[in-house]
């Protein structure tokens, strides 16, 4: 979570930005974040934009080869009529009429591909897909003018405020963004102080520059006719012992050159054009073109091994020089999926690794595919999936949000930390020059030294205030993650929760007879909020909401599940583009790519628990495909119980949720012990 720390909260208190401004910049940093779970990270958000996009392409694909065949594009078509339909508030704020036409296409063409069936004419579907696409610049550019009323506070509906921040996090991505650079740039934005609706919109969306990308590929030392395949490329050969005098002769290449030694053998330097937003992204443009571009030479000769380095060089428009590495995330331990070899889902787990590897988006996304396959999904049953998927998202935003409550709570104290050092530093500036001004004859120094007095005076008195602020904030916050912990026990150095029932229970709206122990949580964490503000703060808001109403709660369960089912359609529709139409490209396919790995990971994750269970319980391990259905019914059960006349949230218990227990459903059951939950 890039933006808990005290840089962010200095440049948000310099911007004195109000509760939803600052919760609308952290969600879509946290929406960009790689490490954001699925249903909070921009490819799984809902999104009617991406809705679209899918369903011109799949249009756009059958018009041109017939693929998707009838059934499937109907189901993708179906799934973009869902989302625009889902939407159709926040483009109420702009957008209204374009999404009506877009709707409206899709609806004529789902109503002939199911008349028409199998021979739903390929003319007709081209068309259509001409008609969507027309439709997509205009509302994109209706998104981007949802920042302003986002920004100055005319969106009072917090659920059509997140809706709308999803689309514009969705948006930002799309047209392309480096996470880092744009934390940069907001960074910057805010710390001069009042910060308008326009600047946002431009940070967020900056004019493409051109950059010159720098990349290395070892394994040769010439790419013989690369112009062709990449217009306008420049590259220089490197190798061992080579003489100064071959080397580049620009400075940022020789930098280059000393940043990517040693290397063995041979290598080339290749300079590529790109248009991009910053440099980051033009990195990531570059070095997918020249990866593509390197499959004509590895077909071209099969005894060569071409590898790209990792590293990589941006020269920018303002003569500015960056240099980077593309980073793998590692960890200090690494831990198996069980502590045993489950043989179940061996092949999924390894063609979910290499999914991972694979540098083509779609070629991933197909391997992810497969990876689902091996567990007995069935193109035709991408539902019973979607459906869990949903209950274990519910598991996993409660716990992010008790994770970023805590860490919302330490960048507080850490920000009141740092303001005090950089009190000291102030005050050791000015008493520093009052005593050289002392000790110094010259005129001007006995002149400055009253200046210097009075101002080391009033840094002291600075210094003495923000040492009290720090001191009542570290006491408060103390206090209050102790009270949060006394009921809300973790694990672990990540702090994992023992329970996230314990978790629930705080943020349900409280009942009478419940422990002493409970009703301090529940204040202790009303009080970090607020003292945190921001995404935390508003996202403990939104779920204390959705607990409280059962039916929001139900509402939001059946958007995941339908989000989900959206992706494993567009995912099968892929995998079937790749392989009949042999493209490796596609609208939003890195999304998709992110997407597609995340939801394997997520059916590992649960399969494996509820595997793990039945062999402590040395019970018949239940098959994937079984499990995909138990709790596909299990979501139609709690969404059926949830909108019961006088339901209550009180009675889920999300530790069971996706497990094979059928305890997720307690009857009128309220805890009045001191001790907290615990997980079996």
């Excluded at 787990?349 to 540098?359: G, I, K």
């Excluded at 009052?434 to 002291?460: I, P, Q, W, Y």
């Excluded at 590992?604 to 628990?609: A, K, P, R, T």
Aim: glycine residues 6%.
């Amino acid at each position: 979570m890039r933006y808990l720390n005290p840089e962010w909260l200095q440049a948000s208190t310099s911007a004195a930005m109000h509760a939803e401004q600052r919760g609308l910049l952290e969600r879509v940093l946290s929406a960009l974040d790689g490490s954001s779970h699925l249903g909070q990270n921009v490819a799984t958000l809902p999104s009617a934009l991406v809705a679209l996009i899918r369903a011109q392409a799949a249009l756009e694909s059958h018009g041109s080869v017939g693929q998707p065949r009838w059934q499937l594009l109907g189901r993708v078509v179906d799934a973009a009529i869902s989302s625009t339909r889902q939407a159709a508030r926040a483009y109420r704020l702009g957008g209204r009429a374009d999404l009506a036409l877009a709707d409206a296409e899709m609806v004529a063409i789902a109503s002939l591909i199911s008349q028409r069936r199998d021979s739903t004419p390929q003319s007709q579907t081209r068309q259509a897909a001409i008609q969507l696409d027309r439709l997509l610049v205009p509302l994109s550019e209706a998104i981007k003018g949802w920042v302003k009323p986002l920004w100055t506070g005319a969106v009072s509906d917090r659920y059509l405020a997140e809706q709308m921040a999803a689309e514009i996090g969705v948006l930002v991505a799309l047209e392309g963004r480096d996470t880092t650079a744009l934390y940069t740039d907001l960074v910057n934005l805010i710390s001069c102080g009042a910060v308008s609706a326009d600047a946002v919109k431009s940070a967020l969306w900056p004019p493409n520059r051109s950059h010159r990308v720098t990349l290395a590929v070892h394994g040769t030392r010439e790419l013989r006719g690369l112009a062709t395949f990449l217009p306008g490329s420049q590259q220089w050969g490197l190798w061992v012992g080579q003489e100064e005098d071959k080397l580049p002769t620009r400075a940022p290449l020789r930098k280059f050159v000393r940043f990517v030694d040693p290397f063995e053998g041979s290598a080339v330097l290749v300079s590529i054009r790109i248009e991009a937003a910053d440099p980051g992204t033009a990195a990531r443009i570059a070095r997918r073109e020249l990866s593509e571009a390197l499959d004509h030479y590895a077909a071209g000769d099969r005894l060569i091994d071409l590898q790209l380095a990792p590293t990589w060089s941006v020269e920018s428009p303002s003569d500015r020089h960056a240099m980077g590495t593309v980073r793998s995330p590692g960890r200090r331990t690494a831990y198996p999926l069980t502590g045993y070899m489950p043989d179940s889902l061996r092949a999924a787990m390894r063609a979910a690794n290499l999914a991972r590897h694979v540098d083509a988006p779609m070629a991933s996304a197909a391997l992810s595919w497969s990876a689902l396959e091996t567990t007995g999904l069935a193109a035709n049953k991408v539902e019973r999936l979607a459906r869990a998927c949903a209950l274990q998202t519910l598991r996993r935003h409660l716990a992010s949000t008790h994770a970023v409550l805590r860490s919302a709570a330490r960048a507080r104290l850490d920000h009141q930390r740092h303001a005090v050092e950089m009190e000291k530093v102030q005050l050791k500036k000015h008493e520093t020059a009052a005593h050289f001004c002392a000790r110094s004859d010259s005129l001007n120094a006995k002149a400055a030294l009253s200046t210097h007095v009075e101002l080391a005076a009033t840094a002291r008195a600075r210094l003495e205030r923000v040492e009290m602020d720090l001191q009542d904030t570290e006491t408060a916050i103390t206090s209050d993650m102790a009270a949060l912990g006394a009921y809300v026990t973790t694990e672990g150095s990540k702090e994992h929760l023992k329970s996230v029932d314990a978790w629930l229970d705080v943020l349900l709206p409280a009942q009478s007879g419940i422990s002493s122990c409970l009703q301090a949580a529940k204040d202790a964490v009303t009080d970090l909020a607020t003292r945190c503000e921001g995404l935390a703060a508003e996202t403990l808001s939104l779920w204390r909401s959705r607990l409280a109403a059962p039916k929001d709660l139900a509402n939001w369960l059946e958007i995941q599940a339908g989000t989900y089912r959206s992706v494993l359609e567009w995912l099968y529709a892929t995998r079937n583009m790749v392989i009949h139409k042999g493209h490796f490209t596609a609208p939003s396919d890195e999304l998709t790519a992110f997407a597609a790995r995340g939801v394997v990971d997520m059916a590992l994750e649960f399969l494996s628990n509820w595997h793990t269970v039945e062999r402590a319980r040395a019970g018949r391990e239940t098959p994937a495909a079984e499990v995909y259905q138990r709790l596909g019914d299990r979501l139609t059960d709690v969404i059926t119980e949830l909108r019961r006349p006088g339901a209550a949230c009180h009675s889920l218990r999300v530790d069971y949720l996706t497990g094979p227990d059928s305890t997720w459903w307690t009857t009128g059951s309220v805890r009045t012990s001191a001790e907290p939950p615990t997980t079996s």
